[in-house]
Protein backbone atom coordinates (compact mmCIF):
# COMPACT_ATOMS: atom_id res chain seq x y z
CA UNK A 1 0.00 0.00 0.00
CA UNK A 2 0.97 3.79 -0.32
CA UNK A 3 0.34 6.61 1.33
CA UNK A 4 -2.92 8.81 0.42
CA UNK A 5 -0.29 11.67 0.13
CA UNK A 6 1.83 9.87 -2.57
CA UNK A 7 -1.38 8.86 -4.47
CA UNK A 8 -2.73 12.69 -4.17
CA UNK A 9 0.84 13.20 -5.70
CA UNK A 10 1.13 11.02 -8.73
CA UNK A 11 -2.60 12.76 -10.07
CA UNK A 12 -1.99 16.47 -8.69
CA UNK A 13 1.16 16.05 -11.63
CA UNK A 14 -0.99 15.05 -13.75
CA UNK A 15 -3.41 17.66 -14.25
CA UNK A 16 -1.92 20.65 -15.35
CA UNK A 17 -4.37 23.62 -15.64
CA UNK A 18 -6.25 23.43 -19.38
CA UNK A 19 -6.04 26.48 -21.85
CA UNK A 20 -7.56 29.79 -20.62
CA UNK A 21 -9.89 30.78 -23.42
CA UNK A 22 -12.60 33.62 -23.46
CA UNK A 23 -15.58 32.31 -21.97
CA UNK A 24 -18.93 34.25 -22.61
CA UNK A 25 -20.60 35.85 -19.44
CA UNK A 26 -23.66 33.74 -19.31
CA UNK A 27 -21.22 30.91 -19.57
CA UNK A 28 -18.42 31.81 -16.69
CA UNK A 29 -20.13 31.11 -13.27
CA UNK A 30 -17.68 29.38 -11.05
CA UNK A 31 -14.67 29.25 -13.81
CA UNK A 32 -11.73 30.84 -12.58
CA UNK A 33 -9.82 33.80 -14.25
CA UNK A 34 -6.87 33.45 -15.83
CA UNK A 35 -5.82 37.11 -15.60
CA UNK A 36 -6.57 40.10 -13.74
CA UNK A 37 -9.57 41.77 -14.96
CA UNK A 38 -8.33 45.55 -15.54
CA UNK A 39 -11.82 48.19 -16.11
CA UNK A 40 -11.31 49.95 -19.41
CA UNK A 41 -13.85 52.43 -18.03
CA UNK A 42 -15.40 53.72 -14.82
CA UNK A 43 -18.08 52.74 -12.87
CA UNK A 44 -20.69 54.65 -12.81
CA UNK A 45 -19.60 56.12 -16.55
CA UNK A 46 -20.68 59.24 -15.15
CA UNK A 47 -22.16 61.06 -12.29
CA UNK A 48 -25.97 60.00 -10.93
CA UNK A 49 -28.34 60.67 -8.77
CA UNK A 50 -29.11 57.71 -6.43
CA UNK A 51 -32.93 59.14 -5.61
CA UNK A 52 -35.56 60.19 -7.28
CA UNK A 53 -36.19 64.24 -6.48
CA UNK A 54 -34.86 67.09 -7.31
CA UNK A 55 -31.70 68.53 -8.57
CA UNK A 56 -30.66 71.91 -7.16
CA UNK A 57 -27.71 73.84 -6.26
CA UNK A 58 -27.34 73.45 -2.52
CA UNK A 59 -26.60 77.06 -1.59
CA UNK A 60 -29.81 77.67 -2.79
CA UNK A 61 -31.55 75.36 -0.15
CA UNK A 62 -29.87 77.70 2.49
CA UNK A 63 -32.75 78.50 5.04
CA UNK A 64 -35.42 75.93 4.01
CA UNK A 65 -38.09 75.92 3.26
CA UNK A 66 -37.36 77.43 0.62
CA UNK A 67 -39.32 77.82 -3.31
CA UNK A 68 -37.38 76.91 -6.42
CA UNK A 69 -38.76 77.00 -10.04
CA UNK A 70 -38.62 73.53 -11.95
CA UNK A 71 -37.16 74.02 -15.00
CA UNK A 72 -37.45 70.74 -16.46
CA UNK A 73 -37.93 67.16 -15.80
CA UNK A 74 -34.84 64.44 -16.01
CA UNK A 75 -35.49 60.71 -16.64
CA UNK A 76 -32.97 57.75 -16.37
CA UNK A 77 -31.31 57.13 -20.22
CA UNK A 78 -31.96 61.16 -21.08
CA UNK A 79 -29.05 63.42 -21.41
CA UNK A 80 -29.54 66.38 -19.65
CA UNK A 81 -29.65 69.51 -22.02
CA UNK A 82 -30.02 72.52 -19.94
CA UNK A 83 -27.54 74.40 -16.73
CA UNK A 84 -29.41 74.49 -13.72
CA UNK A 85 -29.60 78.03 -13.05
CA UNK A 86 -29.94 80.25 -9.43
CA UNK A 87 -32.71 79.20 -8.05
CA UNK A 88 -33.78 76.33 -10.24
CA UNK A 89 -34.86 72.63 -9.72
CA UNK A 90 -34.64 69.92 -12.10
CA UNK A 91 -37.29 66.58 -11.31
CA UNK A 92 -34.63 63.93 -11.64
CA UNK A 93 -35.22 60.06 -11.65
CA UNK A 94 -32.91 57.14 -9.89
CA UNK A 95 -29.88 56.99 -11.96
CA UNK A 96 -30.53 60.18 -14.20
CA UNK A 97 -27.04 62.19 -15.01
CA UNK A 98 -26.51 65.29 -12.93
CA UNK A 99 -27.18 68.28 -14.57
CA UNK A 100 -24.57 70.90 -15.00
CA UNK A 101 -24.71 73.45 -12.48
CA UNK A 102 -25.98 70.95 -10.08
CA UNK A 103 -24.47 69.79 -6.82
CA UNK A 104 -26.74 67.93 -4.62
CA UNK A 105 -30.04 65.96 -4.94
CA UNK A 106 -33.01 66.59 -2.52
CA UNK A 107 -35.13 63.23 -2.10
CA UNK A 108 -38.96 63.41 -3.44
CA UNK A 109 -40.21 63.08 0.14
CA UNK A 110 -38.12 65.94 1.47
CA UNK A 111 -40.08 68.06 -1.03
CA UNK A 112 -44.03 68.90 -2.10
CA UNK A 113 -44.64 70.68 -5.86
CA UNK A 114 -46.77 74.10 -5.94
CA UNK A 115 -47.88 74.72 -9.66
CA UNK A 116 -44.79 75.74 -11.21
CA UNK A 117 -42.57 75.48 -8.28
CA UNK A 118 -41.33 72.62 -5.65
CA UNK A 119 -40.95 73.76 -2.34
CA UNK A 120 -37.75 72.34 -0.69
CA UNK A 121 -38.55 71.40 2.80
CA UNK A 122 -34.96 69.89 3.87
CA UNK A 123 -31.72 72.35 3.43
CA UNK A 124 -29.24 70.46 0.77
CA UNK A 125 -25.32 69.93 0.96
CA UNK A 126 -23.43 69.85 -1.77
CA UNK A 127 -22.91 65.92 -2.90
CA UNK A 128 -26.02 64.93 -1.38
CA UNK A 129 -27.42 61.51 -3.33
CA UNK A 130 -25.10 61.69 -5.69
CA UNK A 131 -23.25 59.09 -7.75
CA UNK A 132 -19.82 60.46 -8.82
CA UNK A 133 -18.12 59.01 -12.06
CA UNK A 134 -15.75 55.47 -11.06
CA UNK A 135 -17.22 55.81 -7.52
CA UNK A 136 -17.38 51.92 -7.84
CA UNK A 137 -14.50 51.46 -10.00
CA UNK A 138 -12.08 53.71 -11.44
CA UNK A 139 -10.55 53.21 -15.17
CA UNK A 140 -7.75 51.32 -15.40
CA UNK A 141 -8.37 49.46 -12.19
CA UNK A 142 -7.56 46.20 -11.23
CA UNK A 143 -11.10 44.99 -10.59
CA UNK A 144 -10.21 41.01 -9.57
CA UNK A 145 -6.71 39.50 -9.73
CA UNK A 146 -6.07 36.25 -11.86
CA UNK A 147 -7.83 32.92 -10.02
CA UNK A 148 -10.61 34.40 -9.12
CA UNK A 149 -13.50 31.99 -8.84
CA UNK A 150 -16.03 34.04 -10.56
CA UNK A 151 -19.59 34.20 -8.45
CA UNK A 152 -23.01 35.94 -9.43
CA UNK A 153 -21.57 39.32 -7.90
CA UNK A 154 -18.49 39.12 -10.30
CA UNK A 155 -20.86 38.54 -13.22
CA UNK A 156 -22.52 41.62 -12.25
CA UNK A 157 -19.16 44.02 -12.13
CA UNK A 158 -18.30 42.49 -15.56
CA UNK A 159 -21.29 43.02 -16.94
CA UNK A 160 -21.36 46.70 -15.91
CA UNK A 161 -17.85 46.80 -17.46
CA UNK A 162 -19.52 45.63 -21.11
CA UNK A 163 -17.39 42.50 -20.94
CA UNK A 164 -19.57 39.97 -22.54
CA UNK A 165 -16.84 37.47 -22.08
CA UNK A 166 -13.81 36.85 -19.73
CA UNK A 167 -10.18 35.28 -20.20
CA UNK A 168 -10.58 32.30 -17.89
CA UNK A 169 -9.80 28.09 -17.53
CA UNK A 170 -13.23 26.28 -18.89
CA UNK A 171 -14.55 23.70 -17.30
CA UNK A 172 -13.37 20.41 -17.56
CA UNK A 173 -15.54 18.09 -20.14
CA UNK A 174 -15.04 14.80 -17.87
CA UNK A 175 -16.56 11.33 -19.47
CA UNK A 176 -17.93 8.84 -17.04
CA UNK A 177 -18.12 5.38 -18.01
CA UNK A 178 -19.31 2.16 -16.16
CA UNK A 179 -17.75 -1.33 -17.06
CA UNK A 180 -18.92 -4.53 -16.51
CA UNK A 181 -21.16 -7.48 -18.40
CA UNK A 182 -23.41 -7.80 -14.50
CA UNK A 183 -24.36 -3.84 -14.79
CA UNK A 184 -27.69 -2.53 -16.33
CA UNK A 185 -29.86 0.49 -16.22
CA UNK A 186 -33.05 -0.28 -16.33
CA UNK A 187 -35.66 0.02 -13.87
CA UNK A 188 -37.31 -3.42 -14.45
CA UNK A 189 -36.63 -6.59 -12.58
CA UNK A 190 -33.12 -7.82 -12.16
CA UNK A 191 -32.10 -11.02 -13.91
CA UNK A 192 -29.78 -13.10 -11.89
CA UNK A 193 -26.35 -12.01 -11.43
CA UNK A 194 -27.57 -8.33 -12.81
CA UNK A 195 -26.41 -5.41 -10.35
CA UNK A 196 -27.99 -1.54 -11.46
CA UNK A 197 -25.54 0.65 -12.34
CA UNK A 198 -25.42 3.73 -9.97
CA UNK A 199 -21.65 4.75 -9.81
CA UNK A 200 -22.36 6.64 -13.16
CA UNK A 201 -25.14 8.41 -12.56
CA UNK A 202 -23.66 9.27 -9.00
CA UNK A 203 -19.84 10.33 -10.57
CA UNK A 204 -22.02 12.38 -13.36
CA UNK A 205 -23.88 14.18 -10.38
CA UNK A 206 -20.74 14.79 -8.17
CA UNK A 207 -19.02 15.82 -11.27
CA UNK A 208 -22.00 18.41 -12.76
CA UNK A 209 -21.98 19.61 -8.72
CA UNK A 210 -18.44 20.43 -9.01
CA UNK A 211 -18.38 23.08 -11.70
CA UNK A 212 -17.16 20.26 -14.51
CA UNK A 213 -19.06 19.52 -17.89
CA UNK A 214 -20.02 16.14 -17.00
CA UNK A 215 -20.03 13.52 -20.37
CA UNK A 216 -22.18 10.04 -19.92
CA UNK A 217 -20.18 7.62 -21.70
CA UNK A 218 -23.09 4.91 -20.64
CA UNK A 219 -22.08 1.43 -19.23
CA UNK A 220 -19.76 -0.82 -21.27
CA UNK A 221 -19.43 -4.80 -21.72
CA UNK A 222 -16.36 -7.03 -20.43
CA UNK A 223 -15.11 -6.79 -23.83
CA UNK A 224 -11.49 -5.53 -24.56
CA UNK A 225 -12.88 -4.34 -28.13
CA UNK A 226 -15.75 -2.33 -26.42
CA UNK A 227 -13.70 -0.65 -24.25
CA UNK A 228 -10.86 0.35 -26.39
CA UNK A 229 -13.54 1.96 -28.40
CA UNK A 230 -15.26 3.82 -25.39
CA UNK A 231 -12.14 4.95 -24.10
CA UNK A 232 -10.64 6.02 -27.86
CA UNK A 233 -14.07 8.01 -28.36
CA UNK A 234 -14.29 9.86 -25.72
CA UNK A 235 -10.75 11.48 -25.64
CA UNK A 236 -11.19 13.75 -28.76
CA UNK A 237 -14.23 15.12 -26.87
CA UNK A 238 -13.57 14.80 -23.30
CA UNK A 239 -10.50 16.43 -20.84
CA UNK A 240 -10.68 13.78 -18.86
CA UNK A 241 -12.36 10.13 -18.41
CA UNK A 242 -13.51 8.58 -15.17
CA UNK A 243 -13.74 4.71 -15.65
CA UNK A 244 -15.52 2.98 -12.54
CA UNK A 245 -14.60 -0.89 -11.61
CA UNK A 246 -11.88 -2.97 -12.70
CA UNK A 247 -9.09 -1.36 -10.87
CA UNK A 248 -9.02 -4.05 -7.65
CA UNK A 249 -5.94 -6.65 -7.47
CA UNK A 250 -7.29 -10.06 -8.84
CA UNK A 251 -9.86 -8.78 -11.17
CA UNK A 252 -9.88 -10.72 -14.39
CA UNK A 253 -11.61 -7.60 -16.34
CA UNK A 254 -10.00 -5.87 -19.97
CA UNK A 255 -9.89 -2.53 -18.16
CA UNK A 256 -6.59 -3.07 -17.33
CA UNK A 257 -5.06 -4.60 -20.24
CA UNK A 258 -6.95 -1.63 -22.34
CA UNK A 259 -5.68 0.83 -20.03
CA UNK A 260 -2.36 0.17 -19.97
CA UNK A 261 -2.35 -0.56 -23.78
CA UNK A 262 -3.14 2.96 -24.60
CA UNK A 263 -1.31 4.83 -21.81
CA UNK A 264 1.54 3.16 -22.83
CA UNK A 265 2.29 0.96 -20.21
CA UNK A 266 2.33 4.59 -17.98
CA UNK A 267 -0.97 3.77 -15.89
CA UNK A 268 -0.49 3.42 -12.12
CA UNK A 269 -2.67 0.80 -10.23
CA UNK A 270 -2.48 1.73 -6.50
CA UNK A 271 -3.35 0.22 -3.74
CA UNK A 272 -3.68 3.10 -1.48
CA UNK A 273 -3.35 3.06 2.48
CA UNK A 274 -7.08 4.17 3.28
CA UNK A 275 -10.66 2.54 3.89
CA UNK A 276 -12.93 2.60 1.78
CA UNK A 277 -11.25 3.60 -1.92
CA UNK A 278 -7.96 1.18 -1.80
CA UNK A 279 -8.07 0.44 -5.31
CA UNK A 280 -7.36 3.38 -7.82
CA UNK A 281 -5.53 3.88 -10.97
CA UNK A 282 -4.27 6.71 -13.03
CA UNK A 283 -2.98 7.13 -16.08
CA UNK A 284 -2.24 10.00 -19.13
CA UNK A 285 -3.55 9.31 -22.16
CA UNK A 286 -3.52 11.04 -25.27
CA UNK A 287 -2.54 14.02 -22.87
CA UNK A 288 -6.07 13.04 -21.17
CA UNK A 289 -6.29 12.51 -17.43
CA UNK A 290 -7.55 8.55 -16.82
CA UNK A 291 -8.66 7.96 -13.21
CA UNK A 292 -9.64 4.54 -12.57
CA UNK A 293 -12.23 4.47 -9.48
CA UNK A 294 -13.25 1.51 -7.63
CA UNK A 295 -16.44 -0.30 -8.31
CA UNK A 296 -17.97 -0.39 -4.82
CA UNK A 297 -20.38 2.74 -4.92
CA UNK A 298 -19.36 4.57 -1.34
CA UNK A 299 -15.47 3.47 -2.64
CA UNK A 300 -16.36 5.30 -6.14
CA UNK A 301 -17.50 8.22 -4.18
CA UNK A 302 -14.79 8.64 -1.49
CA UNK A 303 -12.17 8.13 -4.59
CA UNK A 304 -14.19 10.93 -6.39
CA UNK A 305 -13.53 13.39 -3.43
CA UNK A 306 -9.79 12.15 -2.29
CA UNK A 307 -8.11 12.20 -5.73
CA UNK A 308 -10.51 12.84 -9.38
CA UNK A 309 -12.49 16.11 -7.80
CA UNK A 310 -8.34 17.51 -6.51
CA UNK A 311 -7.03 16.71 -9.90
CA UNK A 312 -10.20 18.18 -11.84
CA UNK A 313 -9.82 21.40 -9.78
CA UNK A 314 -6.24 21.73 -10.57
CA UNK A 315 -6.90 21.85 -14.68
CA UNK A 316 -9.78 24.32 -14.23
CA UNK A 317 -7.66 27.07 -12.60
CA UNK A 318 -8.80 26.20 -8.65
CA UNK A 319 -6.07 27.07 -5.57
CA UNK A 320 -8.58 25.61 -3.47
CA UNK A 321 -8.61 21.97 -4.43
CA UNK A 322 -10.03 20.18 -1.01
CA UNK A 323 -13.15 20.36 0.98
CA UNK A 324 -12.73 21.94 3.94
CA UNK A 325 -11.38 19.95 6.82
CA UNK A 326 -12.65 20.53 10.34
CA UNK A 327 -11.82 19.88 14.13
CA UNK A 328 -15.20 18.34 15.26
CA UNK A 329 -16.48 16.51 18.06
CA UNK A 330 -17.26 13.03 18.22
CA UNK A 331 -21.09 12.76 19.87
CA UNK A 332 -20.67 9.28 19.83
CA UNK A 333 -17.79 6.44 19.48
CA UNK A 334 -16.42 5.97 15.90
CA UNK A 335 -14.53 2.49 16.19
CA UNK A 336 -12.43 0.12 13.80
CA UNK A 337 -9.71 -2.45 14.40
CA UNK A 338 -5.88 -1.63 13.60
CA UNK A 339 -5.21 -2.25 9.97
CA UNK A 340 -2.21 0.21 8.97
CA UNK A 341 -4.69 2.05 7.07
CA UNK A 342 -7.07 5.63 7.48
CA UNK A 343 -10.43 5.18 7.54
CA UNK A 344 -13.20 7.76 5.81
CA UNK A 345 -16.50 7.25 8.44
CA UNK A 346 -19.61 8.95 6.73
CA UNK A 347 -20.93 10.74 9.41
CA UNK A 348 -23.76 13.45 9.97
CA UNK A 349 -22.02 16.70 11.01
CA UNK A 350 -24.27 19.46 12.74
CA UNK A 351 -23.05 22.66 13.82
CA UNK A 352 -23.14 22.84 17.47
CA UNK A 353 -24.14 25.87 19.74
CA UNK A 354 -20.28 25.63 21.15
CA UNK A 355 -19.55 26.69 17.63
CA UNK A 356 -17.81 23.55 17.09
CA UNK A 357 -19.48 20.86 14.25
CA UNK A 358 -20.10 17.34 15.95
CA UNK A 359 -20.59 14.40 14.17
CA UNK A 360 -21.71 10.90 14.56
CA UNK A 361 -22.14 7.88 12.15
CA UNK A 362 -24.50 8.17 9.25
CA UNK A 363 -25.00 4.38 9.24
CA UNK A 364 -23.24 1.23 8.16
CA UNK A 365 -19.66 1.83 6.92
CA UNK A 366 -19.85 -1.16 4.19
CA UNK A 367 -18.14 -0.12 1.18
CA UNK A 368 -21.14 -1.32 -0.67
CA UNK A 369 -23.52 0.72 1.76
CA UNK A 370 -24.52 4.04 -0.21
CA UNK A 371 -27.41 4.93 1.49
CA UNK A 372 -25.23 5.61 4.47
CA UNK A 373 -22.71 7.96 2.32
CA UNK A 374 -26.36 9.73 0.74
CA UNK A 375 -27.75 10.35 4.37
CA UNK A 376 -24.14 12.07 5.23
CA UNK A 377 -22.72 14.95 4.52
CA UNK A 378 -19.31 14.67 5.84
CA UNK A 379 -16.21 12.28 6.23
CA UNK A 380 -14.37 11.73 9.71
CA UNK A 381 -11.03 10.84 9.22
CA UNK A 382 -10.07 8.17 11.71
CA UNK A 383 -6.54 7.45 11.92
CA UNK A 384 -5.13 4.22 12.59
CA UNK A 385 -5.52 2.56 15.46
CA UNK A 386 -9.09 1.59 17.70
CA UNK A 387 -10.96 4.89 16.36
CA UNK A 388 -12.60 7.79 18.20
CA UNK A 389 -14.51 8.01 21.80
CA UNK A 390 -17.28 9.81 22.11
CA UNK A 391 -16.32 13.78 23.22
CA UNK A 392 -13.07 13.60 21.34
CA UNK A 393 -11.93 15.39 18.28
CA UNK A 394 -11.77 14.50 14.76
CA UNK A 395 -10.53 15.33 11.78
CA UNK A 396 -13.69 15.59 9.20
CA UNK A 397 -14.06 16.65 5.56
CA UNK A 398 -17.32 18.46 5.11
CA UNK A 399 -19.24 17.63 1.99
CA UNK A 400 -22.25 19.56 2.30
CA UNK A 401 -25.19 20.56 2.57
CA UNK A 402 -25.42 21.52 6.78
Known sequence: MIPLAAARTVVLEGCPPLSARPIALDEALGCVTAEPVVASEPVPAFANTAMDGYAVRAA??????????????????????????????????????????????????????????????????????LRQAGEDIAAGQEVFPARTVLGPGHLGVLASLGRGAVVAFPRARVGVLS???????????????????????????????????????????????????????????????????????????????????????????????????????FGIIEGR???????????????????????????????????VHVEAVAD????????????????????????????RSSGGQGSHQLSAMALGNALALIPDGEGVGAGETVTTMLLGPF
Request: aromatic share 4%.
Open 289 to 323: PVFGLPGNPVSSMVSFELFARPGLRAMTGHDELDR
Open 60 to 129: DTVGAPVRLAVAGTLAAGTAPDTELGPGQAVRIMTGAPIPPGCDAVVMVERTRTEGAEVVIEEAASPGDH
Open 179 to 281: TGDELVDAAGALLPGQVRDSNRHTLLALLARSDCQPVDLGIVPDSEAAITAAIQDALPICDAVLASGGVSMGDFDYVKVVLDRLSAGSMRWMQVAIRPAKPFA
Open 332 to 359: EDLRRRPDGKLHFFRVVATPGKDGRFHV
